[in-house]
């Protein structure tokens, strides 16, 4: 592919997959630790960053963790909260992303005696400071949030009623995030039935640190229209990379009704969900009529972008039609209404020069 960096900035980008806690500039939680005295393995931000990703890369879960703690132990005030969202907005804009849902846990963010109402609200208003900064610098990006319970935590019917109650204010959808592996989907099905009869769209992370099975879950109880990541699906096709590849029951639901699968290269070969960039399964999966789609899951934390990601999918072989077809998916796949699918689809079309109208 003959694309220059600059080429892949350009390109307009739809992220569905970025967590708010894994993606702060390194000189803003430098700062905000500094104000609160609290101690990190670096105040460089050169070096915190690469500590960040040598963490993330060092096949060492608690050391993947640790660096989260780092990040949210900033993030329980309301101008912090705000910040750190505005921020994540014009970083992304800068970035060539015209979509993003940003996602995190409230529950993660009362330290300091914030409501649940607080948190939300104060993320939200990042996010429209984010919106109005890029458009000053001539970028037009749209941020929303989608709102996560945690898996291990036993709040999920409060985070799920929080979500019904702030979709189209603060939110345009639900998340259930943590450890995979142990805590599955159906540990929270009260949580995912009052969302579902609430008409709250929901993704769910599933088949990165556990197999089938949690995509199953995440299909049967969670309602899930995306799986986070989603990348063990593979593990349900026999012949999986050959001619005579065949999907079972799970991975002919995913494919066949389209789930979309947020796929996150750099983050999927740190959390070794695949074994690198080269023999991510994605490529196979999207070979077959997946919904892939690209991702950056926590950009400080893997040190990415998503025109790294970008890159790096064009140095394994997509060509440009490969990054538009799944930036389109993205855009289809978004939690908004279906006019504004089409516009945002119009939008990513124009944007590739190409002609197509729905």
Request: hydrophobic share 40%; charged share 20%.
């Amino acid at each position: 592919m003959n694309l220059t960096p600059a080429d892949m900035v350009a390109l307009p980008k739809v992220l569905l997959h970025d967590h708010l806690d894994g993606g702060l500039r390194p000189e803003t939680l430098i700062e905000l630790a500094g104000e609160i005295g609290y101690e990190l393995p670096s105040s460089d931000p050169v070096e915190l960053a690469r500590i960040a990703v040598d963490n993330a890369n060092s096949g060492d879960l608690v050391r993947y963790l640790e660096f989260f703690a780092h990040t949210t132990a900033v993030m329980q005030t309301e101008a912090n909260l705000t910040r750190v969202a505005r921020e994540a907005v014009i970083d992304n804009a800068r970035d060539g992303v015209v979509y993003v849902e940003l996602r995190y846990a409230p529950e993660q963010h009362q330290a300091g005696g914030l409501s649940l109402v607080q948190i939300v609200e104060a993320v939200q208003t990042g996010l429209d400071q984010g919106m109005a900064a890029a458009a000053e610098e001539g970028s037009t990006i749209r941020a929303t949030a989608l709102l996560c319970a945690m898996r291990q935590a036993e709040r999920s019917g409060e985070i799920a009623q929080l979500a019904i109650e702030q979709r189209g204010r603060c939110c345009v959808g639900f998340d259930i995030a943590g450890p995979e592996f142990g805590f599955p989907a159906e540990n929270h099905s009260a949580a995912f039935e009052a969302l579902a009869n609430a008409h709250v769209p929901v993704t769910v992370h599933a088949g990165e640190a556990d197999g089938v099975q949690s995509i199953s879950g995440a299909l049967a109880t969670g309602r899930a229209r995306r799986l986070g990541h989603g990348v063990r699906v593979w593990e349900d096709i026999e012949g999986f990379g050959t001619d005579d590849a065949v999907c079972g029951p799970v991975a002919a639901h995913v494919l066949d009704e389209q789930i979309t699968l947020e796929c996150s290269p750099t983050s999927n070969v740190h959390t070794k969900a695949a074994q690198s960039i080269e023999t991510h399964p994605m490529h196979e999966l999207n070979d077959m009529g997946f919904a892939v789609t690209i991702n950056t899951d926590n950009r400080l934390v893997s040190g990415t972008t998503m025109s790294r990601e970008f890159e790096l999918l064009a140095e394994a072989g997509w060509t440009k039609e490969d990054l538009f077809a799944a930036t389109l998916t993205a855009a289809w796949s978004v939690f908004l209404p279906y006019d504004e699918r089409a516009e945002l689809a119009d939008r990513i079309i124009e944007g590739y020069g190409y002609e197509m109208e729905f």
